[in-house]
């Protein structure tokens, strides 16, 4: 696999909402630091972290590679989408280490923005060994 054809399936799964085809991207053993001092290691992380995707909706993509080795790459990714529970709005804003915003009950859920980078090293089989996102993202309603 190169970095554009992660990318490539980045987009996918991600789009998509699968998360075993998250963990498919990955060697078994295969990490993903979802924030400097998160990571998750091996399928069954994978695949749970990768479940919050399910709480996401209307889901909006885009990928670009920004820089290509013989092992790896860095790629930029820009997603929004309908946030399709409280679960995951609060998971992202502890994610953020804001808090939640001041919401009154019955409020509808907001919109979210992420942009972020990945720097993706991979094995001689192809697929991802390691893989480290950084990100920022914003609230907004539609």
Known sequence: MTIHDFMAAYHRVWTNRDPEGFADLFIPG???HNTPFQVQTGRAELIEYWN????????RMSVKVLAETETGG????????????????????????TGLPDRKPGDPLPRL??????????????????????????????
Do not use: C
């Open 30 to 32: 295969g990490r993903y």
């Open 52 to 59: 919050r995707i399910l709480l996401q909706e209307d889901i």
């Open 74 to 97: 860095i790629g930029h990714w820009n997603v929004d989408y309908q946030v399709a529970s409280e679960e995951l709005f609060e998971i992202w804003a502890k994610s953020t280490g």
């Open 113 to 142: 923005t992420l942009d972020g980078t990945l720097l993706a090293e991979f094995a001689p089989d192809g697929l991802a060994r390691e893989v480290r996102i950084w990100w920022h993202s914003n609230a907004y309603m539609p």
